[in-house]
């Protein structure tokens, strides 16, 4: 059996076709919900998120940085424009960041005049290794 074939049994996906029910657009019931884009984000970090620790401000916080994250480049949003989309203060979206940073999930990297940028390799990292924990007790479970 195969890896793809696996993923698609166990999450429920019909096999390989290319039905317009499974775009967007039908998934959401509507066509103007992505006129202002979407945001991929692996569905392990929606899973697991709590595994790291992060509280679900910190997820969201995480959630809005990538909306930022267009290319391999660490995303740079200000702590205003984060605030004003989360409707939380700029002091309270700096004490995610830097919560986030002594979970040692972000790292914040200061742009002189500039907003800083967010590197969120280290929660890669991170979900990376929980994934790895996971995998050897699926197995043993089998």
Request: proline fraction near 6%.
């Amino acid at each position: 059996m195969s890896k793809e074939f696996r993923f698609r049994a166990r999450s429920g996906f019909p096999a390989k076709e290319n039905s317009p029910s499974r775009s967007f657009a039908a998934r959401w019931g509507s066509t103007t919900l992505f006129d202002e884009g979407f945001v991929g984000v692996p569905a392990a970090f929606l899973r697991y998120y709590t595994r790291l620790a992060l509280s679900h401000g910190e997820a969201m916080f995480v959630l809005q940085l990538m909306s930022f994250k267009w290319n391999e480049n660490a995303p740079f949003p200000s702590y205003k424009t984060l605030s004003q989309r989360m409707d939380i203060t700029p002091e309270m979206a700096r004490r995610h960041a830097k919560s986030l940073e002594t979970k040692k999930l972000l790292t914040r990297v200061k742009r002189t005049g500039q907003s800083n940028a967010f590197d969120l390799r280290p929660l890669t990292q991170a979900l990376e290794a929980t994934l790895q924990e996971l995998r050897p007790a699926k197995t043993a479970a089998a």
